[in-house]
């Protein structure tokens, strides 16, 4: 099965900077990688997703990147606002079910 | 276009008891996955049905099972619960058009206190 690792634990930016969240997987066989936001008291938002085709994409503050050889994906949040601040997840898809969830990273946006 | 709904929110029992917890998809999702998320273990697939079959299956043990409606409302059950099930249970509705990957809507989850 897919195994996915997700660093930091937690990440504290000020309100401006840049945040990166980085994930590894574990199959090459995975075609697909979601990122969900998930606030307190609220099930996972997806935020961006990319797809093993694709090597970046963008959405307004929020790009993801793929890297297949090195089998790790990045999520990239420019200009971070205090709502922002929330836990983020990774995950990969191997089978088209089930999705593989990192352990979250915890994002604490300053003013 | 409502989201997905799950009902109750809020649920505690006591060791020993069964549950059950539901979840209404998108309009038109055909797909309903369910996962569990407690603070050690993250959030850890459940099961995942489309047009009331189950197709896949997490490791998890026979006490928790569930099934999906024709109109594609699913339920999950969790029998004689034990301390360690307490947690936040999480429904995702996809559309599931047949392609390699499918984008999973999730719901705000039910969260489950076994005393």
């Known amino acids: 099965g897919e195994n996915v690792e997700q660093h930091p634990s937690t990440l504290s930016v000020q309100e401006g900077d840049s945040a990166v969240i980085k994930c590894t997987y574990s199959?090459?066989?995975?075609?697909?990688f979601p990122w969900y936001k998930q606030e307190l008291g609220k099930g996972p938002q997806l935020i961006i997703d990319i797809r093993s085709n694709v090597g970046e994409k963008k959405d307004q503050r929020i790009a993801v990147t793929l890297n297949k050889t090195a089998k790790h994906f990045s999520l990239h949040i420019t200009e971070t606002q205090p709502e922002d601040s929330a836990v983020y997840f990774c995950?990969?898809?191997?089978?088209?079910?089930?999705?593989?969830f990192g352990k979250g990273t915890s994002l604490l946006v300053t003013p | 276009k409502a989201g997905v709904t799950q009902t109750p929110r809020y649920l505690i029992k006591t060791r020993g008891q069964q549950v059950t917890l539901s979840c209404s998809p998108i309009s038109g999702h055909r797909s309903v996955s369910w996962y569990q998320q407690t603070p050690g273990q993250g959030l850890q697939f459940l099961f995942e049905y489309f047009s009331e079959t189950q197709r896949n299956k997490g490791n998890f043990p026979g006490r928790f099972s569930g099934r999906q409606f024709s109109n594609s409302r699913s339920e999950m059950n969790v029998s004689t619960l034990e301390l360690g099930d307490s947690a936040l249970y999480l429904c995702?509705?996809?559309?599931?058009?047949?392609?390699?990957?499918?984008?999973?809507?999730f719901g705000p989850g039910t969260r489950l206190t076994v005393l």
């Open positions: 995702a509705s996809s559309l599931d058009t047949g392609g390699s990957y499918n984008e999973q809507f």
């Open positions: 199959d090459s066989a995975s075609n697909y």
């Open positions: 995950a990969g898809i191997y089978s088209g079910y089930e999705l593989n």
